[in-house]
């Protein structure tokens, strides 16, 4: 008798073609397994009025797939990594992170707008990382808060409300929007939020998921270890503007970060690297060494 394992997602477009990537990737590994897709509508999703950091941080994409995980409703939970807290359940680990799409962050202009330096009069974005990145970029850019999933926002976009959009390059990649991509950020211009571009996988700390180990990739998971310990280490959630990339070659981890002083307006970004297994460690000692120059 086959398997069946029931798979949560949140209810956007992109978070359901995004589960279906993982699925797809467990039936590939193990083809007796039958998957049920069960989408929710989280609080995050349908309070759109105000920044996240006003109305309880990124567990309010998670709660809700969080209780329906304890509730047994659903077997498996699947995000984007750079939405989930920092502090996660002990009852309710990581149990894979799939190969990490493209970290980068991107520039979207309206449909059929010339390029020109107008397009920084409006632009819209909701995360204080990417705002304080873009105003060290253009010093002269005014930023607007944008919320909302990535239909509505480009929606928004398109009907004049904005002159332009930053959004993370793996999302419209997914729904198979790049073409609306104007420019994509290196990862020096802007650094990633920890796990961008990370689809994760959550489970109940009693289920069997062997069936998982061909989905994970241990090189993404280790960086996405690295970055969430940087944070963590910082107590970074949505309102701070923090960010960490890692990239591991030849099991070499080189780890970027940036820490923002909220007391004092000031920001440092440095960089660390180590041999991968060492990943937590790495991600906690750049934090602390970036805190201490700030004097933090």
């Known amino acids: 008798m086959k398997r069946k394992i029931r798979v949560g997602s949140r209810d956007s477009k992109l978070a359901v073609m995004q589960t279906e990537l993982v699925m797809e990737a467990i039936r590939r590994a193990d083809p007796e397994i039958e998957l049920e897709l069960i989408t929710l509508k989280t609080t995050g999703d349908m309070i759109l ?13 998670v709660k809700e797939l969080d209780q329906a995980l304890m509730d047994g409703r659903i077997d498996l939970a699947v995000h984007s990594l750079k939405d989930m807290p920092m502090e996660i359940n002990e009852e309710l680990p990581i149990v894979a992170c799939a190969k990490r799409g493209d970290p ?18 409006k632009v819209g974005s909701s995360s204080p990382r990417r705002q304080l990145q873009l105003q060290i970029l253009y010093p002269i850019i005014h930023l607007e808060s944008v919320r909302g999933n990535i239909m509505t ?62 989905v994970n990739d241990p090189t993404t998971a280790l960086a996405a270890t690295a970055e ?67 004097g933090g």
């Open 104 to 121: 980068r962050d991107v520039l979207v202009l309206p449909k059929g707008a010339k390029p020109g330096s107008y397009y920084l009069v």
């Open 153 to 214: 926002r480009l929606k928004k976009l398109d009907d004049g409300e904005y002159s332009a959009l930053v959004l993370a390059a793996a999302g419209l990649q997914r729904v198979g929007l790049q073409e609306r991509i104007y420019k994509y950020f290196s990862t020096d211009e802007i650094i990633p939020a920890a796990g961008q571009g990370i689809l994760a996988v959550q489970a109940r700390k009693d289920l069997d998921v062997a069936f998982l180990e061909q």
């Open 228 to 294: 969430r310990s940087f944070v963590r280490t910082l107590d970074g959630g949505c309102s701070s503007p923090i960010a960490a990339h890692a990239v591991i070659q030849d099991s070499e981890l080189r780890l970027k970060g940036l820490y923002y002083r909220e007391e004092t307006q000031e920001y440092r970004i440095g960089e660390t690297s180590g041999p991968a297994e060492r990943a937590e460690k790495l991600g906690e000692e750049l934090a602390l060494r970036l805190k201490e120059e700030l």
């Open 49 to 61: 009025d105000k920044t996240l950091d006003k109305i309880g941080g990124k567990g309010l994409f």
